[in-house]
């Protein structure tokens, strides 16, 4: 059996000189668990000691040795030690009202050195006191990293001196759009906040103690409407609320830009500067004659080389100012630089691109890591922005994709889940989405993959859930979850499985899920249809023909679609199924109207079927189109029984 030592109420603790560990933070953690610290400068007395020793076990890794003579911990750099700390913390138990720590040895290390979060604060503003939690908790998580997106369209949270402005028009808002983001429905309430200066020196000081690093993001050239809603000269049209893209044909832009920066840079120690570059539209571009003129005297052949020309200038000068870049995937449009380092979101695609350049690479994959969607059954769920990510989904998430080479691995950083806060507006709802989630990319950052199991796992969760809602937090209430939809579980047989189907319209290649065998494979979708089980179709009507291979007697014909209106994901207008015993002369089985309203904001499935009698060899089914431009159709299996 394990042997444990008490602790007693009051503990010993012996810091060498060069450990770098914060005394108030010690006795903060420690604090909860009931545990009174008195420090002292002899180390042959201390219960706990904590030490510098170089090359103990690589970077942010440490020792920790726990037996009758007390505990000590050791590591080659501060970080390791706090870690050890956070192990520390974890190992204290209570045994007959007395706190006991095991006899053990550990020798821990991570298996990536960046861990990260990602907190939108440009949609909806959360304030200090909510950032502080966080970190509290990511410390805890052994987590070194908050991304702080601070600039979006729809709010600017960090002052700048010289741009006063920025923060007092750009940085408020008169309403908020609620709903789905191509509803029309807004709130009517003013939205407005900002960190000043010293607040944020206070937030980044109060990171380090905790060892993490705060990277800023100011987004550019993209999600700049606040910026040129404030400032409409750095814009092509040169008018407020027309552009979202800066103009990068006019100096002033680039002037503005190293302004921030520099501020931006006297501000933050971190080595990397987020400047985002998703989702830029680039279309004034195309026709402003300013950006046409840069083209042609950059000899650039396309809107993409116009933002990588923008990307590098910017990259030159933070690398000037001894900083790096960080961007998302879209900065390898047009030509990546060569220091970039690629945030991939859109997939590992992007990663994968920039390890084999010999960038570096952050893994961060919509699918995996983005902790704004709905994280159990969507209709028992608040409002969220689509798609559907468990905590089993998360944990099982792999950031070194198969198909790099050792030394391309090597290239990647690590992994971050990203919180997007359109439909999040509150700090407890934003709590509610991280939590547990976070946990399981905590482990994955930290954790070789072959000690990762499931079940063990979603136990550690379970109890993690109940103590967050002791510190006060707002986790989702893991022991209630419902899970994926019942059909997906079970393997449905039916006549249809594993023959030919031919398409009159092509799926869509984002949207592809199994490609040819995916509506007759057995296999249905769950509740959301980014789960490579729902096959998509976009613009077009679904429309395809089932050879079963011979004359058969059948008595029943069914497929699902799915609607969610926020994505435009849309049921069809109509079905029509029919059948034909030669391939030539069709027959129509049934004509089936949809009866919900595309206006609906709530998840929706309907089936669409027919029931009788009849003898064929090939079934057409066709679904319309309601015709509404970029819409999408899906549905997962084609049953015949």
Not at 334 to 342: E, N
Not at 345 to 359: D, P, S
């Amino acid at each position: 059996g394990t042997q444990y030592r008490p602790i007693g109420k009051n503990l010993s603790i012996y810091l060498s000189p060069e450990s770098g560990m914060d005394k108030d933070y010690i006795e903060d953690l420690l604090s909860d668990t009931g545990v009174k610290c008195k420090f002292t400068n002899f180390k042959w007395i201390a219960d706990l000691t904590f030490d510098i020793e170089p090359d103990t076990i690589g970077l942010e890794g440490y020792r920790l040795v726990s037996n009758d003579y007390g505990t000590k911990i050791t590591a080659s750099d501060t970080k390791g030690l706090f870690y050890g700390l956070q192990t520390f913390r974890q190992l204290i138990t209570s045994q007959n009202n007395t706190l006991v720590i095991p006899f053990v040895e550990i020798a821990d290390s991570p298996k990536f050195l960046w861990r990260a979060l990602m907190l939108d604060e440009g949609r909806y503003f959360k304030g200090k006191e909510e950032v502080k939690k966080l970190l509290d908790e990511m410390a805890r998580l052994k987590m070194n990293t908050f991304h702080w997106h601070l600039t979006d369209d729809q709010g600017w949270r960090i002052e700048i001196k010289k741009y006063p402005l920025l923060t007092k028009i750009g940085g408020k808002r008169d309403s908020t759009q609620i709903g789905n983001w191509n509803s029309n429905i807004y709130d009517g309430k003013v939205h407005e906040g900002f960190y000043t200066q010293e607040e944020i020196k206070e937030i980044i000081d109060y990171a380090a103690k905790r060892q993490i690093t705060i990277v800023p993001e100011i987004e550019m050239p993209g999600h700049s409407e606040e910026v040129l809603a404030t400032y409409p000269e750095l814009s092509c049209s040169g008018k407020p609320y027309v552009n979202a893209d800066f103009c990068i044909g006019t100096e002033k832009t680039f002037e503005f830009l190293e302004n921030v920066l520099l501020e931006v840079i006297d501000l933050f120690p971190s080595e990397y500067i987020h400047i985002g570059g998703d989702e830029a539209s680039k279309s004034s571009w195309k026709t402003c004659p300013r950006c046409q003129k840069r083209m042609a005297d950059e000899h650039l052949n396309s809107v993409d080389e116009l933002q990588s020309y923008m990307i590098h200038r910017i990259e030159k000068f933070l690398n000037d100012h001894g900083r790096k870049i960080i961007g998302w995937d879209e900065i390898i449009e047009g030509g990546l630089s060569p220091t970039a380092t690629v945030m991939s979101w859109r997939g590992e695609e992007g990663g994968i691109k920039a390890v084999k350049a010999g960038n570096q690479a952050i893994m961060t994959p919509g699918k995996y890591c983005y902790l704004d969607a709905f994280q159990d059954a969507p209709n028992t769920q608040p409002m969220a922005i689509g798609g559907y990510l468990t905590l089993e989904k998360v944990y099982s998430f792999e950031p070194v994709p198969d198909s790099l080479s050792t030394k391309e691995a090597e290239l990647i950083l690590g992994v971050q889940g990203n919180v997007w806060t359109e439909h999040i507006p509150t700090p407890e709802h934003y709590e509610y989405m991280i939590y547990p989630r976070i946990l399981a990319l905590a482990e994955i950052g930290w954790s070789p993959s072959e000690v990762k199991k499931w079940d063990n796992f979603h136990t550690r969760a379970l109890q993690a859930v109940n103590i967050l809602r002791e510190q006060g937090y707002n986790p989702f209430p893991l022991e209630k979850e419902i899970g994926d939809k019942p059909e997906s579980y079970q393997k449905v047989n039916h006549l249809a499985i594993g023959k030919k189907v031919t398409y009159a319209n092509p799926y869509s290649n984002h949207y592809a899920a199994q490609g040819e065998k995916t509506l007759v494979d057995g296999v249905r979708g769950g509740w959301m249809y980014n789960d490579d089980r729902w096959q998509g179709f976009i613009d077009c009507d679904f429309d395809v023909t089932i050879d079963l291979g011979k004359e058969t007697d059948i008595k029943q014909v069914r497929a699902e679609f799915i609607q969610l209106k926020g994505p435009y994901v849309w049921l069809p207008k109509q079905v029509i199924i029919s059948s034909s015993v030669d391939g030539e002369h069709y027959d129509t089985l049934a004509t089936v109207d949809n009866d919900i309203s595309p206006d609906i904001e709530t998840l929706q499935f309907k089936e669409f079927g027919w029931e009788g009698n009849a003898k064929a060899r090939y079934i057409r089914y066709k679904a319309l189109s309601n015709g509404i431009a970029g819409g999408w159709l899906f549905t997962d299996e084609i049953r015949i029984k």
